[in-house]
C-alpha cells in the first residue's frame, strides 16, 4: 500500500524525443489540400459575380473577403506574438503549453505580411479615400452623387492620415517592428534553450524587459493598423476604443486556437506527458476572463453612441442594424458571448478535452463572423442591405483559403522546434501528479 502511494506521487519523465508528433504533419497536409480547394472555388465566385452582379462586384468581394482572411491570420501572428509577451511578463504554468505554439504563430508573420501586399496593391477598390487625391476631386464627386456632403467632410480633414503613402508607410513600419520582436524573442528562446537552469533568473529578467515594452508597443502599432485596413472603409466613422476591441478580440482567438492545438497534441508525446487537468482548466478560466472582457468593451462602445443618438456616430451603427443586418448582430452576439460565456462557466467542460475544443471552434468561428460584420457594410452596396449574392460567398470561400494556407505554414513553424522549453522554472511542478497538490 506504501509502494502504491509513493509510486502515484512520483514525477513524470518527459520522453527522450520532445519534437512535434507526425500528426502535425497529417494536419499541414489537410490545409494544403483545403486551401487550393477553396482558392479555386473563391475564383470561380468572383467570375460569377463579375458576370451575374449588375454593379460587377465579383472581384470587389474577392478582395473584402482577402481584408477579412487578412485580419484573421493577422490576429493569430500578431496576436501570438502579443500573447506570447503577456506570458513571459506575467509568468503561469500555462505557457509551458502555449509557448511553443504562440511562437510558431509569431513566426508566420511572413506569410501575413504577403496578405496585406496584396490588400495595398488593390487600396483603391476596397478604400474610399485611396480614390480621390486631393479636396477638387471630392467636390467633383460630391456633384456626381459618388459622395455625400459628410464623406467629402471627413475624406478632405482626414486625408493627411488616410492617403495611399501613409497606408504604405505605417503598415510596413508596423511589420517591421512586429518582425523585429519576433525575431528577438525567437532567438532568445533558443539561447535558453541551449544554457542550464542556473541561468534561469537572469532569462526570466530578460524576457520580462523585452516584453513588457513590447506590449506597450503592440497595443500602439496593432491600433493603428485596424484603423488602417479596417475602420478606414467607413471615412466617416471612429472611435476611441476601436483598437481596444481588436486587441481582445485577439487575445480571444489566439488563446481559443492556442487550446485547440495543445488539446491536439496531447493525443501524442511530449504534451500528454506535461497536460494535466490543473493547466486546462486555467486556459479554460483565462479565455473565460477574455470572453467577458470583449462583450464589455463591445457593449459599451455599443451603448455609449447609442444612447448619445449623435447622427456622426449612430449611422455605423444603423448601417450594420438596418436592413436585415439585426439578424447577423444577433448571432454574432450568440457566437461571441451567449454560447462561449455560458459554457465556460462549467468546470467540468474546461475539464473536459473534446467539449472545451468544440467552444474553442466556435469563438473562432465567431471572430470571422464578427469580421465579416464589420467589414461588409462598410460599402454602399451593403449597408443596410443584407442580400444574397455570390460575392458575399467570398467572405467563406477567401478566408477559408486563407487560413488554410496560414494553418500549413504554422504547422511547418512548430515542426522546428522542440515543443517542450526544458529550462522552464515550472517544468518540475508541471510533471508532478495533480493529486500530489490536492
Known amino acids: 500500500m506504501a509502494h502504491e502511494s509513493h509510486a502515484q506521487t512520483h514525477a513524470k519523465t518527459l520522453p527522450a524525443d520532445l519534437g512535434a508528433p507526425a500528426l502535425v504533419d497529417g494536419w499541414r497536409n489537410r490545409a494544403l489540400v483545403v486551401g487550393v480547394i477553396f482558392t479555386v472555388i473563391a475564383v470561380i465566385l468572383a467570375f460569377l459575380g463579375q458576370s451575374q452582379d449588375p454593379e460587377h462586384l465579383g472581384w470587389d468581394h474577392f478582395l473584402r473577403g482577402w481584408t477579412m482572411g487578412l485580419m484573421l491570420t493577422f490576429g493569430f501572428s500578431v496576436g501570438g506574438l502579443a500573447l506570447l509577451m503577456v506570458q513571459y511578463c506575467s509568468g503561469g504554468k500555462y505557457g509551458l503549453l502555449l509557448r511553443r505554439p504562440l511562437e510558431a504563430m509569431s513566426r508566420t508573420l511572413p506569410l501575413v505580411f504577403g496578405y496585406w501586399v496584396v490588400t495595398a496593391i488593390f487600396m483603391k477598390r476596397l478604400y474610399l479615400w485611396a480614390q480621390f487625391k486631393g479636396d477638387a476631386d471630392t467636390a467633383a464627386a460630391v456633384k456626381a452623387g459618388i459622395l455625400t456632403e459628410i464623406q467629402k467632410h471627413c ?217 465579416f460584420w464589420l467589414i461588409e457594410p462598410s460599402f454602399h452596396d451593403a449597408a443596410r442591405n443584407l442580400h444574397f449574392s455570390w460575392g458575399i460567398l467570398e467572405y467563406v470561400a477567401v478566408p477559408i483559403a486563407m487560413m488554410a494556407f496560414w494553418i500549413a505554414y504554422f504547422c511547418t513553424r512548430l515542426k522546428t522546434r522542440p515543443l517542450v522549453q526544458v529550462n522552464d522554472p515550472h517544468l518540475a511542478e508541471i510533471l508532478e501528479p495533480e493529486h500530489a497538490h490536492a
Open 155 to 371: 475624406i478632405d480633414f482626414k486625408r493627411p492620415m488616410l492617403n495611399p503613402f501613409a497606408f504604405v508607410w505605417v503598415s510596413v513600419l508596423c511589420f517591421a517592428i512586429w518582425g523585429f520582436y519576433t525575431w528577438r524573442l525567437n532567438a532568445l528562446a533558443l539561447k535558453r534553450d541551449a544554457q542550464g537552469p542556473e541561468t534561469t533568473p537572469f532569462w526570466i529578467k530578460k524576457f520580462e524587459n523585452i516584453s513588457g515594452l513590447g506590449i506597450v508597443i503592440y497595443a500602439v502599432t496593432m491600433t493603428a493598423a485596424s484603423i488602417y485596413w479596417v475602420m478606414s472603409m467607413d471615412p466617416t466613422w471612429f472611435s476611441t476604443v476601436y483598437g481596444l476591441l481588436y486587441l481582445v478580440e485577439q487575445g480571444f482567438q489566439v488563446l481559443a486556437l492556442g487550446i485547440i492545438v495543445t488539446l491536439a497534441l496531447s493525443k501524442a508525446e511530449p504534451i500528454r506527458t506535461l497536460l494535466r487537468q490543473t493547466e486546462q482548466h486555467d486556459l479554460g478560466k483565462l479565455t473565460f476572463a477574455f470572453v467577458m472582457l470583449n462583450i464589455y468593451l463591445a457593449f459599451g462602445q455599443f451603448l455609449i453612441i447609442w444612447s448619445g443618438n449623435l447622427p456622426n456616430e449612430i449611422n455605423w451603427y444603423l448601417d450594420r442594424i438596418r436592413g436585415s443586418w439585426g439578424v447577423i448582430i444577433t448571432l454574432d452576439f450568440i457566437f461571441h458571448w451567449l454560447i462561449p460565456f455560458s459554457v465556460l462557466l462549467s468546470r467540468d467542460i474546461k475539464r473536459n478535452k473534446k467539449r472545451l475544443t468544440f467552444v474553442c471552434q466556435i469563438m473562432i468561428f465567431a471572430v470571422a463572423f464578427n469580421q
